[in-house]
């Protein structure tokens, strides 16, 4: 149960990382003033994902087309290793995303930075989502029915 | 055939130095930025991501401005890009019923669950060219409207519960989908890979095909049932992590349309189906995708095959516009030899031709007397 707890925290935060803007992260995680010594396992290194659909949007997998996407992986002093991946081609962004899942494998830093960081980003995003979804809204056709007169 | 020409390689550092002097033109007008060729020219930037089948919105727009303008040009570059970076692996298969919809109409339904969202559409504007454009006029925000927030249900659940329509259902998972970038093309092919080549076929050439089935060639009667635009989540499997992670969201549209009866002796008639699912912004692609997949399922529906666009071979060999314009235009090439062949033949024959009427010539003289 802990476990599965720790997963879907973990992808929420990794969700977050893969959409926020690069220059916003930045300048949260400059605000922190962390600066973990880390070494360098994987990348960062751009390459492609084959995007899946499914046969009339519920069948069978078929295979779309690809996208660009970047990772990174790190690993800290303590031994913790962190992750990261995300549609486009920042490096930088992948290399920073990574180091952050790795300080989080940190109970106590993963408060700080679901606090500092991740909240503050995913409202944001959520704010982003919820314009357009009422921009959207505006657009709904709402039909009346003509009443004819009296023939 | 070909032959190894020498000489030319002037010519053609000039013509090359040539291309980018006009391709940036008037130096007095400022330079592109990607930034604008993406958000102020966003339905090409998609076209190119959806035929160049790589999704990534910088690389389709510095493309397009490579390219000066042309597509199909751009397409092949993106197309060429992508051979340059490794292959990572393959997303869980996108949600588009969880999608983030910008845009979603049924012409089947009135009142569907989620309602008709107009979205950003050209539809119903009255294509008067707009003066204004010249400039640079303030543009306002779209409205907002603060909804309770409905889910937007899809077409085939509302008549997939009376089975008047034909379900698509999960395959085994083991099976991995046919990729056409890594197994050589052979007919028939999967739907699967059918799709796949469908959503990065030429717009234009798919969207004739699919007039084609509404003039009577292949006729299955459409119905648009329901195009979707929004963003969707992708997730990517790490074998490190032993979850999927989520690297971010796509916009796709994609297209149900609603076709024409299939039964059986033991099974009662229900609607049929294509499907549309593309990169971006672009539901006349993806509906004419989806009539086209629509009128590729022939056999497997027991039609007859009597028009092009039932014939798999005939769309899938020729939808390919990097391939159709790499074979079109390979005519550029030098064919010296072949052309110095043919010039013989011809020669020869119009020599056997005279021949033939100097001999005819006098018994017509005589007959003339």
Do not use: K, W
């Given at each position: 149960m802990e476990a599965e707890a720790h997963i879907a925290a973990r992808k929420n935060r990794m969700s977050v990382l893969a959409r926020c803007k690069a220059g916003r992260l930045q300048e949260l995680w400059d605000g922190l003033?962390?600066?973990?010594?880390?070494?360098?396992?994987?990348?960062?290194?751009?390459?492609?994902?084959?995007?899946?659909?499914?046969?009339?949007?519920?069948g069978e997998a078929f295979n779309l087309g690809e996208a660009t996407v970047t990772r990174a992986s790190v690993k800290l002093e303590d031994g913790s290793v962190g992750h990261a991946m995300a549609l486009g081609r920042d490096g930088a962004k992948a290399r920073l995303s990574a180091i952050i899942d790795a300080l989080c494998q940190n109970l106590e830093t993963a408060v700080?930075?679901?606090?500092?960081?991740?909240?503050?980003?995913?409202?944001?995003?959520?704010r982003a989502d919820e314009t357009r979804r009422q921009q959207t809204a505006a657009t709904r056709v709402d039909f009346f029915t003509m009443v004819r007169g009296e023939d | 055939m070909y032959v190894a020409v020498k000489g030319g390689e002037a010519a053609i550092d000039n013509a090359h130095r040539l291309l980018a002097d006009r391709r940036r033109g008037d130096r007095s007008v400022p330079a592109l930025t990607l930034d604008q060729i993406a958000e102020q020219l966003a339905l090409g930037v998609d076209r190119v991501m959806s035929e160049g089948s790589l999704y990534d919105r910088r690389l389709a727009a510095l493309a397009i401005k490579q390219a000066?303008?042309?597509?199909?040009?751009?397409?092949?570059?993106?197309?060429?890009?992508?051979?340059?970076?490794?292959?990572?692996?393959?997303?869980?298969?996108v949600d588009t019923s969880a999608m983030m919809v910008e845009r979603r109409i049924s012409a089947c339904y009135k009142d569907l669950p989620g309602g008709q969202l107009l979205g950003p559409t050209f539809d119903y504007t009255h294509r008067l060219?707009?003066?204004?454009?010249?400039?640079?006029?303030?543009?306002?925000?779209?409205?907002?409207?603060?909804?309770?927030?409905?889910?937007?249900?899809?077409?085939?659940?509302?008549?997939?519960?009376?089975?008047?329509?034909?379900?698509?259902?999960?395959?085994?998972?083991?099976?991995?989908?046919?990729?056409i970038n890594q197994t050589p093309m052979e007919f028939p092919l999967s739907r699967a890979m059918r799709l796949q080549s469908l959503s990065r076929g030429d717009e234009g050439f798919l969207l004739a095909l699919g007039y084609s089935t509404q003039r009577g060639y292949a006729r299955s009667h459409p119905f648009a049932g329901e195009i979707r635009i929004g963003e969707v989540?992708?997730?990517?499997?790490?074998?490190?992590?032993?979850?999927?992670?989520?690297?971010?969201?796509?916009q796709l549209t994609e297209c149900q349309m609603v076709n024409q009866f299939k039964g059986s002796a033991k099974a009662a008639p229900q609607f049929t189906r294509g499907y549309g699912l593309v990169f971006g912004q672009s539901e006349r692609k993806a509906m004419a995708m989806a009539l086209c997949d629509r009128a590729l399922r022939a056999e497997e529906l027991g039609e007859d095959i009597v028009a092009p666009p039932q014939d798999q071979e005939f769309v899938i060999s020729h939808c390919d516009n990097v391939q159709a314009t790499g074979f079109v235009e390979h005519l550029k090439l030098p064919h010296y030899v072949d052309f110095q062949a043919e010039l013989g033949l011809v020669r020869a024959m119009r020599a056997e031709h005279a021949e033939r009427q100097a001999e005819s010539l006098p018994d017509m003289k005589e007959a003339a007397e």
């Open positions: 003033g962390l600066s973990p010594v880390h070494r360098t396992l994987r990348g960062p290194e751009s390459g492609l994902v084959m995007l899946r659909g499914r046969v009339g949007g519920t700080l930075i679901d606090a500092e960081m991740i909240a503050p980003m995913r409202a944001e995003l959520e | 000066r303008g042309d597509l199909i040009e751009a397409i092949f570059l993106v197309r060429a890009y992508r051979t340059t970076l490794p292959r990572f692996g393959c997303s869980e298969p060219l707009d003066e204004e454009l010249d400039g640079d006029a303030e543009v306002e925000p779209g409205h907002q409207r603060a909804d309770a927030h409905e889910p937007v249900s899809r077409i085939a659940d509302i008549l997939g519960g009376e089975g008047l329509i034909e379900e698509d259902l999960e395959q085994s998972p083991l099976e991995e989908p046919g990729d989540e992708v997730e990517v499997f790490s074998p490190e992590l032993g979850f999927a992670v989520p690297v971010g969201r796509v």
